[in-house]
């Protein structure tokens, strides 16, 4: 029995995310591996979550994310990502860049939409659902920006605050620059910063006054008298 909770409905909610992420699907085998448990067990999970059409299992095996998953999601579907999704297509297109808006889970920042910019140039790999610490990176360092002022919290969180933006170096992932700004979001929605991802350091330097645009767009859509 896991602490303070159900241990199979824990496993099962493990096993429900690991097929989530994972678009080709995964087999039995590979669940209960991830999990540490016997294939018996996780066959089980798996039949549970089959049976309320959470998963469907594949001619080949392999199960994948079900209708009822899809269908869920939508109904619970934060107000903010419908809003979010125009003003991230056009901070894309008018960088050339990837545009995010990430939300905090605990100590990460979660990418809860993502919209590559329009053509055929390179793509990063960024997806809905990518984690990152909190303490790095320009998403994360927005959304402790968004917060009230701590005694302790460090100088660059204040540096945020004031300027209501951040820009990074390579701190996530290796030739990655970011540049992010706090949304100002409603009581009923997670704090969250709007996001801009490149591989060039001088577009993410010069992509700091359409971000700081984008993220008052997006929080002046959402403020109750919009």
Not at 17 to 46: D, F, K, N, W
Not at 153 to 167: K, L, N, S, T
Request: a negative charge; charged letters at 20%; glycine letters at 8%.
């Amino acid at each position: 029995m896991a602490a303070g909770g159900s241990q199979t409905l824990e496993r099962g909610l493990m096993a429900l995310r690991m097929i989530a992420e994972e678009p080709q699907g995964v087999t039995a085998s590979e669940i209960a591996a991830r999990l540490g448990v016997h294939r018996s067990i996780a066959y089980r999970l798996l039949m549970a979550l089959v049976r309320q059409n959470f998963v469907a299992k594949d001619e080949a095996n392999r199960y994948r994310i079900g209708v009822a998953f899809f269908t869920l999601a939508q109904q619970s579907r934060p107000p903010m990502l419908d809003t979010a999704q125009p003003v991230l297509r056009d901070l894309a297109a008018e960088l050339g860049a990837t545009a995010c808006l990430v939300v905090r889970d605990g100590m990460e920042a979660v990418a809860v939409a993502v919209v590559e910019p329009p053509g055929s140039g390179a793509r990063l790999s960024y997806r809905i659902g990518n984690r990152d610490p909190l303490d790095r990176g320009a998403g994360g360092l927005a959304l402790l920006a968004a917060a009230d002022p701590t005694p302790d919290e460090p100088e660059r969180i204040a540096d945020v605050r004031f300027r209501r933006y951040a820009v990074t170096s390579e701190e996530v992932l290796p030739g990655i620059f970011g540049v992010a700004s706090p949304v100002g979001a409603r009581s009923d929605e997670q704090p969250a910063a709007v996001t801009v991802l490149t591989h060039h350091q001088d577009l993410a330097e010069a992509a700091v006054p359409a971000v700081v645009a984008a993220a008052e767009r997006l929080t002046a859509a959402l403020s109750p008298s919009a």
